[in-house]
């Protein structure tokens, strides 16, 4: 857990970076030590581990393909709203992440009892049940979080004098995924819903969250660049 959080922090040489490998590197830092909380916190936590640990794998190579010199933005760590907004931001996603591990884990254990048919991998993971658990209290955290993000990203952008909303990519897939969570949520709510269909909604919120974090740093950093 602390190996991707110790490179970070080396090889930023203590200046915030914006390119893309940064983000990634952010990612799965901030990830892993939330899916460290939460196994902490509960009983069922840890079984994530067959989902969270190749992802943050393939993410952790990723960034190492796209490894550039980059550059630095000190003047960013001078507004507080900036930093607050970016410490929410990769809050939001890191607790979208473990969200969208659960909804695997649920769909794949869904798909075996389907199927009859259970691996070594899909008996390590949390039940039906347990997932589903873990992903309504992940999702309605990331929705509080998400919540504050966006009005601290509001605060940024009038600190900054930008508009009070802004309209740019990421802005709009996050109120987008902003919103599927709160449906989710709802219709969770009132029909119980579980499952294959709760992952589909809860992996595309967190698609949407990855296009306005990810997706958007990728295209200006590494496509346009």
Known sequence: VLGPVIWLVVRSHGEWRTEFSTAIWVTVSATLLTFAAIALITREGWRLSPIVT???AILAFIAVIWENKGHDAP??????????????????????????????????????????????????????????????????????????????????????????LPTDHK??????????????????????VRGRQAARLVLAAYLLLTVAYLGVKFVTDVLIS
């Not at 709203?81 to 996603?93: A, R």
Request: aromatic letters at 6%; a neutral charge.
């Open 54 to 56: 190749p992802y943050m």
């Open 171 to 192: 802005t709009v897939f996050a109120i987008l995924a902003f919103i599927v969570i709160g449906i989710l949520l709802l219709i969770h709510k009132r029909t119980g």
């Open 75 to 164: 003047e960013i760590l001078d507004n507080p709203w900036i930093v607050f907004h970016i410490v929410i931001s990769v809050l939001t996603y890191a607790v979208a992440t473990m969200a969208a591990c659960a909804a695997v884990a649920a769909f794949l254990k869904e798909r075996a009892l389907k199927n009859k048919s259970q691996t070594p991998m899909i008996q390590r993971l949390p039940s039906i049940s347990d997932c589903d658990t873990l992903q309504v209290g992940l999702l309605t955290l990331g929705e509080m979080v998400l919540a504050l993000g966006l009005v601290t990203g509001i605060a940024a952008s009038v600190a900054h004098g930008g508009d009070v």
